[in-house]
């Protein structure tokens, strides 16, 4: 493994298998599509495959259907795993592009470069490492076997029993082994990646870092890593698709009324938005620390250019006409307050709301159809009528 400090995310340790199997190719965009390909053919296309099996045996025809019609199954195969493989080739380099843009911007002070480099090197190893991939499989299947045993088997679907709901059929087995702890495993995998980066900036944080409390980003220079919860956008859309591929389950077949359970989008935006919002705000302090000292200095001088501006200029013997407007005194002056201001309007706390907001949008935006189909066509014409008119 190489320790060149300029990249944290390197690719996990399944995707390194499967290139030394020749299942995947070095360019991205075909490595990409060929995992989804693979993904789906071991997640989807089994239980598929089996259901119809099963269904051909007599009196199991509605297996089928059962499965064909099981939303929350199709949601997760088809949908949620392949954008989780394709998070990986959007998210991970925009992360490496954030952590680099420390040591470009020169936040990071010259003295502390070999700890920066020691942060991204001991953040790397955690992020691929092999003792986290190893616990990540163990726990992975010891959800699984919770599941198993604490669930009651009447909250799975059809196609998961066999004769009776006390015993799996084929593709139940299938899905128990292999499929659920694939969507498991790459859910688990990328709340280690937000874990581990929060790690990553907590340390940084902690750093002798160069913050410019005048700075026209009014957050010190660090602005752009209040942008960085935006590329989480493509993890909030997949845990919508998700939990709503379940809840529309329950709206389609069990005839559950989603306008009297507006509570479970809401809280799902709501905990999506808490979790890729969180890393930022580390740096809390630091701004804090920064905006307090900026507030002392640049009022400071801003205090005595001003009383030396008003000194000279409103004094019982000034004259101000034309020409005096045109003096240096009065554009340093402004320039010097333009700047404070920028100062004063600090935000000690790296938070953008335009990130929140499109991290809410992508998580809800899986629940439209559900709310689309139960509303009625008429009072949808209706709205759109009169926000046209």
Known sequence: MSEDPSSIFEEPKHVAVLRRLHLIRPEHR??????????????????????????LAPGHGELLHAFLTDIAVHARYLLAVPILILSEYIILPRL?????????????????????????????????????????????????VAIALTVHPGVFP?????????????AGWWHMLVSLPLLLGLLLSWVWRVGVWTRFLHQVSRMNLHLISSHPDKAAGLQFVAFSPRMFTSLALTIGIITAGTFANE?????????????????TAIVVV???????????????????????????????LGTQFEDKWLGPDSLVDRESLEKPDFSSTTDLY????????????????????????????????????VIPAKVILTQLLKLVV
């Open 30 to 55: 075909a490595q990409a599509l060929r995992r989804v390909i693979i993904a789906i053919a071991v997640a989807w296309l089994p239980l598929a495959l089996l259901s119809m099996l099963h269904a």
């Open 96 to 144: 490496d592009l954030t952590a680099r843009h420390f040591l470009v911007s020169r936040i990071i002070d010259t003295s502390e470069q070999a700890r920066f480099n020691d942060a991204v090197i001991s953040t790397r190893r955690l992020s691929i490492g092999i003792w986290p991939s190893a616990s990540m499989t163990v726990l992975v299947y010891a959800i699984v």
């Open 158 to 170: 059809a196609w998961h029993h066999a004769d009776d709901a006390t015993h799996l059929s084929l």
């Open 251 to 267: 709206v389609f077949h069990l005839g559950l009324n989603p306008m009297d359970h507006p509570a479970v989008p809401i809280a």
């Open 274 to 304: 808490a979790i890729f919002i969180s890393p930022p705000l580390v740096f809390g302090r630091s701004l804090l620390v920064t905006w307090r000292r900026g507030v002392f200095e640049y009022g400071a001088l801003a205090s005595r």
């Open 338 to 373: 333009s700047v404070t201001a920028n100062v004063y309007a600090m935000r000690p706390v790296l938070f953008d709301p335009r990130a929140a907001m499109s991290l809410a949008v992508a998580t809800l935006l899986p629940f439209a159809p559900i709310w689309l189909s």
